[in-house]
C-alpha cells in the first residue's frame, strides 16, 4: 500500500507541475498569437490603404531590408530558433541537440511576431511548441530537476504550446506522444494533458470560446459516396510526398545563393510579400483567413487553383529561408484548397451535390498533414478540435489513413523526423561526458522484441537494461525476462551517447529476423 501511495504522489506531483508549465505556457503563447494576428491585420489594413497612396510602396522595401536584418541578427545569435523549431524539441527530447530555454524563448518570440506578422505564409503553431518547451526547459531548470524530469517538462511545454495556439488540448497531447516523444509513457502523457488543459485555459480568456476554424458543414457525408474520399485520400498522399520532396530539397536550392549569409535570407521572402500584399492582401499570413473565406465564398475552379500555386510556392520560399515559423497552418491552408479543388471537380462532373464540397475541405485539411506529418490521430483529433464538430470522426479518419499509406508506400518520412537529420548540429551536441542518463522505448505489438528474452536481444553496447514497466508496475530484467507488447523499456546510458543509443535501439527494434546474437 505504501508503495502505491508514493506512485500515485508521484504522478500527482506530475500533474501539478505541468500545470505549472500549462499556465506559463499559455500567457506566453496567447500573447504571442495575439501580437502575430494584430500585426497581420494591421499589414493588410496597410496593403489596402496602399492602393490610395501607392507612392508609400518606395519605403516598404527599405522597411523589410532593415526587419531582415533585425531578423538575422537574432537568428545568427541563436542559430536553433530557425524554422518552426518542432525538429530542435524533438532533438532535445532525443537528447541530440542542448539548447539553452531563455536566449530561444526571448529570441523567438521576437522574431516569430516580426517574421510572421507582416504576412509571410508561416504558421504560428511550430513556434508555438518551441516557446512551450522553452518554458517547459525553463521551469524544470529553475526547480532544479533531473535530466528525465526536464524532458518530461519539455514535451508538456510543447504540448501547451500547440494547445494555446490552436485550442486543442487533446491534440497538443497526442501530437507530442505520436510525433515529437514518440512514447506513451505514464508520465508523460498526463503531465502534458494537464499542461495543454491549462494552457488551452488562458488561451480561451483570450480569444473567447469559438474554434480556430469555426466552418459550418452541417451535412454528413453519405455513406453511398465513400468511393471518392478513397479518392481524395490517393490524391492528397501523392500531393503530401511531393510537398515533402520540395521541402527538404530547399537547402539545397537557397545554399545556391553564395552571396547572401543564411542568417539573412529572410530578406527574400519578406521582399516578395510586398508585391503579394498590394494585389492579394486577404491571401497573406498563415492560411486561417483562407480557410475560413471558403466557407463564406467558395471561388470556382481556376481561382481556387491559382491560390493554390501562389500559397505552396511562397510558402516553400518564406519556409526555406529559414525565417522562424512553421508549416503546420500552411500545410492545413494547402490541403483545404485541395479539398475545395477536388471537391468543384467532382461537382462539375456532377458526381456529389455542391453542398459537400465544405466536407472535403475539412476532411482534405486531415488527409494532407496526416500524409505530410505521418501522425493520422492527431490530424484527425486537430481538425475535430479546430472546427468544433464531432460528428465526422469517421470520414476524417477514412482520408487520413488512404494518404498516411500513400506516402508510406512511397516512401516518405515524418516531415518533422526529416528535418531533425537534416539539422547541422555542430557544437550544439551534447557534451555531458561522465553522466548518466535514462531513456525509455516502447514495445508495440508486432514488434520484433515481443515474445523475446532479454538474453536474446542484441542490446547496443553503450546502453544497460535496469527496469521494464509493466502496467503499473516496474519488472527488474532478467536474461529469461519475457519481453511483452505494451512494455516500457527503461535503458541507461551515458548522457551523450542517449541520442545514438536511441537510434540504435530503434534499429534493433526494427529488425525483421532473428534478434539471437
Do not use: C
Request: hydrophobic residues 50%; proline residues 6%.
Amino acid at each position: 500500500m505504501q508503495r502505491l501511495k508514493q506512485f500515485d504522489n508521484t504522478r500527482l506531483k506530475f500533474i501539478l507541475k505541468g500545470l505549472l508549465v500549462g499556465l506559463l505556457s499559455g500567457v506566453v503563447v496567447s500573447m504571442f498569437r495575439w501580437l502575430i494576428e494584430i500585426s497581420l491585420q494591421q499589414s493588410i489594413q496597410l496593403f489596402q490603404w496602399l492602393h490610395f497612396q501607392p507612392v508609400w510602396l518606395l519605403a516598404l522595401p527599405v522597411i523589410s531590408i532593415a526587419l531582415a536584418w533585425l531578423i538575422g541578427m537574432l537568428v545568427k545569435g541563436e542559430p536553433n530558433i530557425m524554422g518552426s523549431g518542432i525538429p530542435q524539441v524533438e532533438g532535445q527530447l532525443a537528447g541530440d541537440l542542448t539548447i539553452p530555454w531563455w536566449p530561444v524563448l526571448w529570441r523567438k518570440f521576437v522574431t516569430g511576431v516580426l517574421g510572421i506578422g507582416p504576412g509571410l505564409f508561416l504558421g504560428r503553431e511550430g513556434p508555438s511548441i518551441q516557446l512551450g518547451a522553452a518554458v517547459g526547459q525553463g521551469v524544470a531548470t529553475r526547480l532544479g530537476r533531473s535530466d528525465s524530469e526536464k524532458r518530461i517538462l519539455l514535451a508538456s511545454g510543447a504540448a501547451a504550446g500547440l494547445s494555446a495556439a490552436f485550442n486543442a488540448p487533446i491534440a497538443g497531447t497526442l501530437f507530442v506522444l505520436e510525433e515529437i516523444y514518440h512514447n506513451f509513457s505514464p508520465l508523460v502523457w498526463m503531465t502534458s494533458l494537464a499542461s495543454a488543459i491549462a494552457a488551452d485555459f488562458i488561451s480561451l480568456n483570450f480569444f473567447g470560446l469559438t474554434p480556430v476554424l469555426h466552418i459550418h458543414y452541417a451535412y454528413s457525408f453519405p455513406l453511398a459516396l465513400y468511393w471518392q474520399l478513397i479518392i481524395l485520400g490517393i490524391v492528397l498522399g501523392l500531393a503530401g510526398f511531393f510537398y515533402q520532396r520540395v521541402l527538404l530539397a530547399l537547402p539545397k536550392w537557397y545554399s545556391k545563393l553564395k552571396w547572401l549569409p543564411r542568417y539573412f535570407q529572410g530578406v527574400i521572402p519578406l521582399l516578395l510579400v510586398i508585391p503579394i500584399g498590394y494585389f492579394w492582401p486577404h491571401a497573406l499570413g498563415g492560411g486561417n483567413l483562407v480557410i475560413l473565406g471558403l466557407a463564406i465564398k467558395l471561388p470556382s475552379f481556376w481561382p481556387l487553383l491559382a491560390l493554390f500555386l501562389l500559397r505552396f510556392i511562397f510558402s516553400m520560399i518564406s519556409y526555406g529561408s529559414g525565417l522562424p515559423g512553421g508549416i503546420f497552418l500552411p500545410i492545413l491552408t494547402l490541403g483545404a484548397l485541395i479539398g475545395a479543388l477536388l471537391g468543384t471537380l467532382f461537382t462539375q462532373w456532377q458526381w456529389m451535390p455542391q453542398i459537400y464540397i465544405m466536407n472535403f475541405v475539412i476532411f482534405a485539411m486531415a488527409g494532407y498533414f496526416a500524409g505530410i506529418g505521418k501522425a493520422p490521430f492527431t490530424a484527425i483529433l486537430l481538425i475535430t478540435e479546430m472546427v468544433g464538430d464531432l460528428r465526422h470522426l469517421m470520414p476524417l479518419a477514412l482520408v487520413s489513413l488512404v494518404a498516411y499509406i500513400v506516402v508510406d508506400v512511397l516512401g516518405g518520412a515524418p516531415i518533422y523526423e526529416s528535418l531533425l537529420s537534416r539539422l547541422n548540429f555542430g557544437n550544439t551536441l551534447a557534451r555531458m561526458s561522465g553522466k548518466n542518463d535514462r531513456l525509455e522505448m516502447p514495445v508495440f505489438a508486432g514488434s520484433p522484441l515481443e515474445d523475446k528474452q532479454v538474453r536474446d536481444v542484441k542490446w547496443p553496447q553503450e546502453s544497460l537494461l535496469i527496469a521494464i514497466r509493466r502496467q503499473n508496475r516496474e519488472v527488474i530484467p532478467h536474461g529469461d525476462t519475457l519481453l511483452r507488447a505494451g512494455d516500457t523499456l527503461i535503458v541507461l546510458t551515458a548522457h551523450e551517447r542517449r541520442g545514438i543509443v536511441r537510434r540504435k535501439l530503434m534499429q534493433v527494434a526494427a529488425k525483421r529476423k532473428n534478434l539471437q546474437t
